[in-house]
């Protein structure tokens, strides 16, 4: 690392501490929203299995919650220490969302703590759950508050720049820039198919091990059910982010697709590889998508990267980032909807295939690299940005010569939490398995939906 400048170093510890926090941001974002799910579904039909998995998720929610507030934590000091020039420019448009998310997560943990001890203490059990609404809208709160910060970055808005300093400064407006509304729907989407696919990816487990009980059939169809929406749902703003990128970040989409001249009824370029001239080969060519996703017709015009300066270009890598994310999401789509179509399919008759519950069972690790190739997508197709058209990353980071040990006590404090992490749920659930709970409560029996 000691060839590294820092300003490199800088951005691989951020990297780093976004690459971990975003898998247990989007957990507690999206669990209290299935856990809701799961208890409104046992009081509305008087079914003590779904209680006993609300009951079973909102444990293991907690450690995530740990695990993320300490990741967010380090990303909020990391602003300070490595991005001093940015904090200082920025400061004033990131502070009221800053400050939000703080209040919004205080909420979330207030209510969390009182959920998590008064179950059986309510005769109207309705009662019990409306203290969930809190936990499930504060998380999102706090998803919307800190991705409004994000959205602040790409497309900068309500402030002027005068001597280097942000000046006539108006929060709202600069809050709710264009980029706010689909990039906030895309994350929340993509934070609730991402706790669907884990959960549905342990009901499947369950059942690839012979565990046959209603239980594990019943949270089965729970979680692939809301996968398939939520995925679907992500999908379909992933269209809308399409065009708001030709709108606002032509230079990011036209990178994404390799689209270097402009024009009409532009094809989309899926796979393929650059050759030394620059030439696009082996890629599958779809004659006026770009143009379509761009403005829904085929004689719609998109901008080239020829019409921008070569330095203030996006790498051009990320046009992987953005064919693997979709190929993503298509699968998260195409495995819930077989298993909505099971009944039909060779062997569904007789239950659950073992290929379609080990397509379920991938849906949790599909959903993780989805979600985390969108995020370096948004950040590597930024660049060389930090405030796009304002400040470039080079003029915002630190010149310390500190951030390499910084970046190793960090990455070996991530593995331990991730570690740590896991070794926690596993024994949580290994000690007191789902089948004795099922015994103590009186479940024991059925097999059945």
């Keep these: ?132 609404i809190p936990v499930a809208i504060g998380s999102s709160a706090s998803a919307f508050f800190i991705t409004t910060l994000n959205a602040f970055m790409n497309t900068p808005q309500g402030f002027t720049l005068k001597n280097g300093v942000i000046a006539d400064f108006q929060p709202l407006v600069a809050m709710f820039n264009p980029a706010t509304p689909t990039k906030v729907a895309h994350v929340l989407a993509s934070s609730y198919t991402v706790s669907a696919g884990i959960l549905a990816g342990v009901a499947a487990f369950s059942l690839l091990r012979g565990r046959e009980h209603a239980y594990f059939k019943k949270a089965l169809k729970l979680t692939v059910v809301s996968s398939f929406v939520f995925a679907l749902a992500t999908a379909m703003i992933g269209d809308f982010s399409g065009k708001f990128l030709a709108k606002y970040q032509p230079e990011k989409l036209a990178a994404a697709e390799w689209h270097f001249e402009t024009m009409e009824r532009a094809p989309l370029i899926y796979g393929g590889v650059l050759d030394e001239a620059g030439n696009v080969r082996y890629a599958l060519e779809i004659p006026y998508a770009l143009s379509i996703l761009a403005g829904n017709s085929p004689d719609t015009r998109v901008i080239g990267l020829e019409e921008f300066p070569e330095d203030v270009r996006p790498p051009l890598l990320i046009h992987y980032m953005f064919d693997l994310k979709v190929t993503i999401g298509a699968l998260l789509v195409l495995i819930p909807f077989l298993y909505l179509l099971r009944r039909y399919l060779p062997g569904g008759k007789k239950g659950y295939p073992v290929w379609l519950l080990l397509g379920i069972l991938a849906l949790g690790p599909l959903a993780m690299v989805a979600i985390e190739l969108g995020w370096m997508f948004a950040e590597f197709g930024r660049q060389p940005w930090i405030i796009r058209g304002y400040m470039k990353v080079g003029e915002a980071a630190t010149t310390s010569e500190s951030v390499g040990p910084m970046l190793l006590l960090f990455a070996v404090l991530y593995l331990v939490l991730c570690l740590s992490c896991i070794l926690v749920l596993s024994r949580m659930f290994r000690n007191k398995d789902v089948l004795t709970e099922l015994r103590q409560a009186g479940l024991e029996g059925g097999k059945g939906q």
């Design 1 to 132: 690392m000691a060839n590294l400048d820092p300003v490199t170093l800088s951005r691989m510890l951020t990297g780093l501490t976004l690459f971990v926090h975003i898998v247990f941001a989007s957990i507690g974002v999206g669990v209290p929203l299935m856990i809701a799910l799961a208890e409104w579904r046992g009081i509305r039909a008087a079914d003590p299995h779904y209680t006993l998995l609300a009951r079973r998720w909102a444990r293991g929610f907690v450690i995530s919650v740990a695990i993320g507030v300490v990741t967010g934590t380090s990303i909020g000091l990391q602003l300070s220490l490595l991005w001093p020039t940015f904090m200082r420019v920025a400061g004033q448009a990131i502070a009221l969302p800053l400050f939000m998310e703080t209040f919004a997560f205080f909420v979330e943990a207030i209510f969390l703590g009182i959920y998590l001890y008064t179950w059986d203490r309510f005769k109207n059990k309705l009662l019990h759950l409306l203290l969930l």
